[in-house]
């Protein structure tokens, strides 16, 4: 065979497969800190991994502005701390292995937006927009407030942005016995207006009867949340979190306020957050707060620095939990 023609052979055959990755994309972050950790019973330097993940995503063009477009992603753990934190919603999964996280097919237009199968956030965790300053760490917004959940089942819609609107909506099943037997067992539904400086949005979220992760049997709670932030200059953002969660139930309801703030100087950034709830309870109510501060310093567009200190605490359980940690976030 002729030595060039042998040599096309051999650059198309080892051209083909990567063509047909050529819409996909390998990604994923690595966070991991190391600091004082106090929870009231052991007070401990620890070494600990924050939501590491390694992820696969891709699209393919069907045409006539159709798209096929899916996501595998799982939460990694580099370091074997399974314990995670008391003030944080996204810790855990420490067993050197790997835990779900979205994992999702679906199919998206230019004309009508994009609809979503399989583990999906739900649309209430999507419409905090840039509020939690202090997201996979131990000033996770998800430690105090009800709505941060990412769940199986969904069939999830995201419509496309008409001048700064967008809408988000999911149908969660049960999957399970008598009434969690539809489509539709839970629910979520979620607007966002985003237009310069502003950011806003209005979630309302149904639980099910224990779907999401809360309640029980003939026991269906909701949750209405709503998110601003404002960005007072090119390097001021301040945000503000309200929401209501209604247990159905004579004991249980929620309210919960927020305020976050981030001031960047170039390269870095100071950032303070305050998260409060209170909890109707049998004879008493149930009060938590929680605060955090930090400095971020990017030392590229992939891998940033920080120092963060976290205090929070119950006010009626009288426990308490705070850290002083230093980490590292880099992204590839």
Do not use: C
């Not at 042998?6 to 080892?14: E, G, K, Y």
């Amino acid at each position: 065979m002729d030595k060039k023609l042998l040599s096309t052979v051999i650059v198309a055959a080892l051209a083909a497969p990567m063509a047909a990755m050529a819409d996909t994309t390998l990604y994923g972050q690595i966070h991991m800190n190391v600091g004082a950790i106090d929870d009231g019973v052991t007070d401990e330097m620890a070494v600990r991994n924050h939501a590491s993940r390694l992820g696969v995503k891709g699209s393919e063009d069907l045409g006539n502005g159709l798209k096929a477009n899916f996501q595998l992603e799982w939460e990694v753990s580099p370091d074997e701390d399974g314990a995670g934190s008391l003030g944080s919603g996204q810790n855990g999964g420490g067993d050197g292995g790997f835990a779900r996280r979205n994992q999702w097919v679906g199919l998206s237009s230019d004309s009508w937006g994009e609809v979503r199968i399989g583990r999906h956030d739900i649309p209430t965790k999507m419409a905090q927009g840039k509020f939690d300053q202090f997201n996979d760490t131990d000033g996770d917004i998800g430690g105090i407030v009800n709505g941060e959940h990412r769940a199986d089942n969904v069939i999830a819609y995201i419509s496309n942005d008409f001048n700064g609107l967008s809408f988000a909506a999911a149908a969660i099943a049960g999957e399970g016995t008598n009434t969690n037997d539809g489509l539709a067992d839970a629910y979520d539904l979620a607007a966002m207006y985003s237009n310069g400086p502003i950011f806003a949005s209005l979630s309302y979220l149904s639980y099910g009867e224990g779907i999401v992760g809360f309640g029980g049997a003939n026991v269906e709670p909701s949750l209405v949340r709503l998110v601003g932030t404002y960005n007072v200059t090119e390097d001021l953002m301040v945000g503000g979190m309200y929401a209501t969660y209604d247990a159905d139930a004579t004991t249980g309801d929620e309210d919960t306020w927020g305020l976050s703030a981030k001031f960047s100087m170039g390269s870095n950034a100071i950032k303070a957050q305050y998260m409060t709830s209170e909890t109707d309870t049998a004879g008493a109510d149930f009060e938590e707060d929680e605060w955090s501060i930090g400095f971020d310093h990017s030392f590229s567009k992939r891998t940033t620095g920080y120092v963060m200190y976290n205090d929070y605490e119950t006010e009626n359980a009288n426990s308490e939990y705070d850290s002083f940690t230093v980490g590292v976030v880099h992204k590839f």
